[in-house]
Structure formats: C-alpha cells, structure tokens
C-alpha cells in the first residue's frame, strides 16, 4: 500500500517518512504528481488547512493521504502567528524573515511562553477522515541559538530539553516534536486501517 505526503517542504518530508519508517508501506511525496495543484491553506484553523490539504491530494491521487499543518502560538500575541505561521513577515517571506520579525517584535516582552501545535489529518479514498494533534511547549529566545532544522527551530526553545529546535540534532527533534507527537499517535490508526484493507 501506498501513503502520499500532501506537502512540497523536503524538510517536512525527510521528518515524516522517519517517523513513519516504521510501517509497511512505500511512502510517497506529493512532488511526484506534478498534476496536483498546490493547495491553498485558506482555513483559519490548523485542523481546517490539514483536513484540507488531506482531502484534495487524496482525491486527485486515489491514495491514502496524510496532511499536517503546523503553527507556532506564542502567548503573549494572544497565540499569533499561530495558523498564519509561514506568513508571518509578509507573503513570500523566508523562514529568516519569519524568524527576524518575531525576536523584534518579542524584544520588549518578557513573558515568551509559546507551543508548537501540528494538526496531522488522514483522508482515505474511500470516506476515512481522522485527526491528531501533537503539541510542544516552550518559550520563544532573545536570540538565534543553533543551526540545525529549519522554520522557527532556532528560536523556540522546549521546556523538556532547555534546548532550541536549532541545537538538537534530528533524532533528537524527532524524537518528541510537535509533529512526531502528532504522526506518533496517526501510527494505529494507519495499522488499523490496512489491516481492515487487507481483511476486505
Ligand atoms: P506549515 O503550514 O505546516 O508548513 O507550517 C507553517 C510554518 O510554521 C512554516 O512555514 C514554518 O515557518 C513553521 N514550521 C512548521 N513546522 C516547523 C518546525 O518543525 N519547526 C520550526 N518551524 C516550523
């Protein structure tokens, strides 16, 4: 059986397909379907734009698909950029931008609680939607700290490890991410659904 990834970041793709490594089926990205248009995550929830994302890559493909939308919810800016995370800077804006924006518009503010929340969805063809969520919590650096990751790793520092996302190496990221917690719990319910599939 076939699993395709309904996103483009290579980033997110080289995550996802570790955290799944361990099941049996040949995980594919939505790269490889130059047909499918890029979806436009218009929703104003994460659940909304991962349901989304799911729904239309599944349609056009015919595979069991699987969507996360992630956000960073930084209390103090009553929980924005939140969904508008990877616009944060303006349209176009690269993670630098993103990253820049966030340490001057925190530079004065002293309480920096924030939590990483993906919104996993999974849509089969034949009418599954399910959801999970995985979240860290954490707190956002007066600076950048480590080079590893990408999007905002460098300034969001978990409260488990006392490190940014920036200085853990991948297994370590991997290991308790907001979006492997996220994927994590997906696992049984992708088992469940092919082994239904197999019994059919
Ligand atoms: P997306 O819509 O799920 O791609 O995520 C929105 C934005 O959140 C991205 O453009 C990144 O800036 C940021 N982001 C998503 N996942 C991560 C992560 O694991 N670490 C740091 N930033 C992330």
Not at 53 to 57: L, M, R, T, V, Y
Not at 123 to 128: A, R, T
């Given at each position: 059986m076939k699993l395709l990834l309904a996103t483009r970041n290579e980033d997110k793709v080289k995550e996802i397909k570790d955290i799944l490594a361990e099941l049996e089926l040949e995980i594919i990205s939505v790269s490889r379907f130059s047909e499918i248009p890029e979806v436009v995550e218009d929703r104003d929830t994460l659940k909304g734009n991962a349901i989304k994302?799911?729904?239309?890559?599944s349609e056009y493909s015919n595979l069991l698909t699987i969507a996360d939308d992630t956000g960073l919810f930084v209390d103090s800016l009553n929980g924005k950029p939140g969904v508008y995370s990877a616009r944060y800077a303006g349209e176009n804006c690269s993670y630098k931008d993103n990253r820049l924006k966030m340490l001057r518009?925190?530079?004065?503010?002293?309480?920096?609680?924030?939590?990483?929340?993906?919104?996993?969805?999974?849509?089969?063809?034949?009418?599954?939607?399910?959801?999970t969520e995985g979240i860290v919590e954490g707190i956002i650096t007066e600076k950048e700290y480590g080079d590893n990751g990408f999007g905002y790793d460098a300034?969001?520092?978990?409260?488990?490890?006392?490190?940014?996302?920036?200085?853990?190496?991948?297994?370590?990221?991997?290991?308790?991410?907001?979006?492997?917690?996220?994927?994590?719990?997906?696992?049984p319910i992708i088992k469940n659904y092919m082994r239904r599939k197999d019994e059919s």
């Open positions: 994302k799911a729904k239309e890559c518009v925190m530079s004065n503010i002293s309480v920096r609680s924030a939590q990483f929340r993906t919104v996993c969805a999974l849509v089969s063809p034949d009418g599954l939607i399910a959801v300034i969001f520092r978990a409260n488990e490890t006392g490190k940014t996302f920036g200085e853990m190496t991948d297994k370590e990221k991997k290991s308790f991410s907001h979006r492997s917690r996220a994927l994590k719990k997906m696992i």
